[in-house]
């Protein structure tokens, strides 16, 4: 069974960095072809990908987002690390975290942590 | 960057059959997914691959991509499929994107 949570703050201020952890069970991030991404939603938005991490540590960032963000595996701990410099109130959203089981053309978010809401104000 | 259009809201009688729509430039050389949202919880994948469901998923969702179109469609639309749904492809440089997403009104 395959489960994803994600950690971290729930209130951040302006210009400060954002750091995320998905805790992640029931696969391994050193299996060819799985990667676990990073996707966001501001309160009554729509989704946003942001980031990817694959198993051979190759990453895949949003372009607009691309110089704010950092992903990083520790394999070992089975987490997945989003990183977000120079946060701003338009940031605020809930965070997922979600397996992406195969590259190629079946690629696909199907399992998804629950979410977790971040808040950026003074 | 590459966009998704889908239309802000369907509405569709119980028991009738939905059609959602995501448009793209060339969509239909690509791969779409499509994901399913109710309040308050997290996306649910539904369609991949353009038209393979996931095996929780009833047979009554299905999907085609072609041209500039990927359509979700659901066959007997019940009042538990009311809720947003997001198609997803990925671009050439292997990033992600979403469409803006559909709201699903069963009345």
């Known amino acids: 069974q395959i489960t994803l949570e994600e950690s971290g703050p729930t209130l951040v201020k302006p210009t400060q960095t954002l750091t995320l952890t998905c805790t992640f069970s029931?696969?391994?991030?050193?299996?060819?072809?799985?990667?676990v991404g990073w996707i966001r939603q501001p309160p009554g938005k729509a989704l946003e990908w942001l980031a990817l991490i694959y198993w051979d540590d190759d990453k895949r960032y949003s372009p607009s987002l691309k110089s704010r963000l950092i992903i990083t595996k520790d394999t070992s701990k089975n987490q997945v690390v989003l990183s977000m410099t120079n946060m701003d109130p338009v940031d605020t959203a809930t965070y997922y975290c979600?397996?992406?089981?195969?590259?190629?053309?079946?690629?696909?978010?199907?399992?998804w942590g629950q979410g977790t809401l971040v808040t950026v104000s003074s | 960057s590459y966009e998704l259009t889908q239309p802000p809201s369907v509405s569709v009688s119980p028991g009738q059959t939905a059609s959602i729509t995501c448009s793209g430039d060339?969509?239909?050389?690509?791969?779409a997914c499509w994901y399913q949202q109710k309040p308050g919880q997290s996306p649910v994948l539904v369609i991949y691959?353009?038209?393979k469901r996931p095996s929780r998923i009833p047979e009554r969702f299905s999907g085609s991509n072609s041209g500039n179109t990927a359509t979700l469609t659901i066959s007997g639309t019940q009042a538990m499929d009311e809720a947003d749904y997001y198609c997803?492809?990925?671009?050439?440089?292997?990033?992600?994107?979403f469409g803006g997403g559909t709201k699903l009104t069963v009345l």
């Open positions: 691959q353009n038209s």
């Open positions: 060339k969509l239909g050389d690509k791969y």
């Open positions: 029931g696969f391994s991030l050193s299996t060819s072809g799985v990667g």
């Open positions: 979600a397996h992406s089981p195969v590259l190629g053309i079946g690629r696909r978010f199907d399992y």
């Open positions: 997803q492809t990925w671009d050439s440089s292997t990033t992600g994107v």
